[in-house]
């Protein structure tokens, strides 16, 4: 195969975690605009069905799954429920996450569990309820959502370093176990990019201006710019892909 054709996703349907706004949505909307069916999760229902009107509004086919993806036992039903009604799912995004500030030696334990549970439970609870269904097929692209902080710490987000450093790890996991079966398990890294998540710090001058000498591309990245990113590891063009974190970052990780 070579081509534009490598990188279409026609016929393919994707499941998109934390997918009614921000990074989640530009990615579920860039998957869908390669060809691909696309069903948002979220725990908010409405939030859920104006971003799929957004969707469709493209001609994207899109759907809705109303989930708490911590939880692991009702994480299994929505994924067992979706083959079981003929909507198997070939691309996986594991988008869901959150972010708390707060100085380590200050830190409330259920924050840092609830932390844990929606940033790294959660792509091992999806992860393995839709994987089991991948390997029978025989096929299957798992894309886990990483961070910068991955590979470096800043003051006052420790736990999030510490669950998006475990993400990227237990995607090389993935691929140890899953790579022999058919499976491309593969993490994209952001940068820092404008999004609810990020509002506290777009609105704080020095950080802002921090960022922006600290990043080489001197400027926030846009929720669109990892849409290339994800369409790549989701399409055929990665087949020989695997274990592997790409940082989308504008050069911050590569320079000191």
């Known amino acids: 195969m070579i081509g534009i054709d490598m990188f279409s996703l026609a016929g393919r349907r994707a499941f998109v975690t934390g997918g009614s706004r921000g990074i989640g949505l530009a990615l579920a909307a860039g998957l869908g605009r390669a060809g691909a069916e696309v069903i948002i999760a979220a725990r908010d229902e ?7 009107d957004s969707l469709r509004a493209e001609q994207i086919k899109a759907g809705i799954c109303v989930l708490d993806v911590s939880q692991h036992d009702r994480v299994r039903m929505a994924v067992d429920a979706l083959e079981t009604a003929g ?23 259920d924050m840092f569990d609830q932390l844990m549970a929606t940033n790294l439970r959660s792509v091992f609870s999806v992860s393995q309820a ?54 491309n398990c593969n993490a994209i890294a952001p940068g820092y990019f404008q999004t ?12 802002n201006d921090w960022l922006i000498n600290r990043t080489p ?5 846009r929720v669109d710019e990892l849409v290339g990113a994800c369409v790549f590891l989701a399409a055929p063009a990665s087949d020989f892909v695997n274990g592997q974190t790409l940082f989308v970052d504008g050069g911050l990780t590569a320079t000191v």
Do not use: C
């Open 130 to 183: 839709v994987a089991g269904h991948m390997i029978k097929r025989g096929h299957g692209k798992i894309i886990n959502i990483a961070s910068v902080t991955s590979l470096l710490a800043r003051p006052g987000v420790a736990p999030y370093t510490a669950s998006k450093g475990a993400v990227s790890n237990l995607t090389k996991g993935m691929a140890a176990d899953w790579a022999p079966l058919g499976l």
């Open 46 to 52: 409405t939030a859920l069905a104006s971003a799929a």
């Open 196 to 207: 609810e998540l990020n509002a506290a710090l777009m609105a704080d001058t020095d950080f």
């Open 217 to 221: 591309a001197r400027r926030w990245g």
């Open 87 to 109: 909507q198997p799912i070939d691309i996986l995004v594991n988008n869901a996450g959150m972010q708390h500030r707060q100085p380590l030696h200050e830190f409330d334990i």
